[in-house]
């Protein structure tokens, strides 16, 4: 792949596994053909994690986006933005979180200006983020106030052979059933079918929608959700010319052959979608937020506190998100183009 422009890669808690697995993906750079990257950080807490790991990273600040392009192929480029405090990893400190929100800001801006093709984002520490103030649940809706989206943006988790795109987030399962609605399913799936074109290349899309109940409600005997929430929204969603089928049953929308017969599936809750995705794929799924006028992917766990420092973390959903980051970019940008012709 020829680039450019490199992604804007942010820093995360910088006592969990971001600046580790940041390491180990770029020195996976050749093997996996990793997209040329930045790192949004503390050089010199990135360099001290590599003596800690034993890891051969060297580390290049760099001035502007642009040298990253030059410069990843012998070092790993870091935009400096020095933390408060020193790390202890595992052990998150509440002065750091400044840096890491300007990093997610940072990354923002960088996209818009045009001098990050795309962003992905280490994990946060949403606990941390809290006690000092932050006042959103977490990156997805961060982003969409920073942005300006014109809705509200829609998490899809992804990985070689399904992609999956819950209705409800991060709520207890009890809220996430009271607060289904017909609308929220419809506008997750509009969002979802105009993203599959423009950010994955899927000319006609098809959407799967999975029922809550176990076998469907069974008419109404096992739940009313889908006579009276689901079935309405699917209804609506093929009046607008989407191609959609559902309520279909969650135990039977998972298995191979049903996987061929959609290019996303829109689930009631978070464990709906993610238990399939991470039982297929446990380690390279990739976390992408659609709705946003820009690029923004993430790995799909979180800052694995309890293994910080100790160098066993994987870095294969951070290089499937950094490569999905660049591959979504590129379709974006083809997209754009074509419009602009038509």
Not at 169 to 186: F, G, N, V
Not at 255 to 273: E, G, K, L, N, T
Not at 307 to 328: P, Q, V
């Amino acid at each position: 792949m020829t680039q450019s422009t490199p992604l804007a890669l942010t820093m995360g808690e910088p006592a969990g596994i971001g600046g580790e697995i940041t390491l180990k993906a770029w020195l996976e750079r050749n093997r996996c053909r990793v997209p040329a990257f930045f790192a949004i950080d503390d050089p010199d807490r990135l360099g001290r994690l590599a003596s800690r790991l034993g890891a051969d990273v060297p580390i290049e600040t760099i001035a502007e986006p642009g040298a990253a392009i030059t410069v990843f192929p012998r070092a790993l480029p870091v935009l400096a933005h020095p933390l408060a405090r020193p790390v202890t990893p595992g052990q998150p400190d509440a002065a750091n979180t400044k840096t890491v929100i300007a990093a997610i800001d940072r990354a923002v801006e960088l996209v818009q200006t045009h001098s990050a093709a795309a962003m992905v984002t280490n994990p946060i520490h949403k606990e941390t983020l809290y006690e000092a103030g932050f006042s959103h649940p977490g990156h997805t809706e961060y982003l969409g106030d920073l942005t300006n989206a014109m809705m509200a943006p829609v998490m899809m988790l992804a990985c070689p052979g399904l992609r999956v795109v819950p209705v409800t987030i991060h709520m207890p399962l009890r809220q996430a059933i009271a607060s289904l609605s017909t609308e929220a399913i419809i506008d997750c799936a509009v969002t979802t079918e105009a993203a599959l074109r423009t950010d994955f290349g899927i000319k006609k899309p098809q959407l799967a929608v999975a029922a809550i109940n176990p076998h469907g409600g069974e008419g109404g005997a096992l739940g009313l959700e889908e006579r009276e929430i689901i079935t309405p929204a699917v209804d609506s969603l093929k009046r607008r010319g989407i191609t959609v089928y559902g309520p279909v049953p969650a135990d039977s929308l998972f298995h191979q052959s049903a996987r061929d017969s959609y290019d996303a599936v829109i689930c009631m809750h978070h464990d709906q979608a993610l238990i399939p995705l991470k039982t297929i794929d446990f380690y390279g799924g990739a976390n992408i937020t659609l709705g946003l006028p820009l690029v923004r992917t993430s790995p799909d766990h979180g800052t694995a506190l309890d293994i910080a420092g100790t160098g066993t973390a994987r870095e294969d959903s951070l290089i499937a998100a950094l490569k999905m980051a660049a591959s979504i970019a590129e379709h974006r940008a083809a997209a754009n183009a074509q419009q602009s012709v038509a």
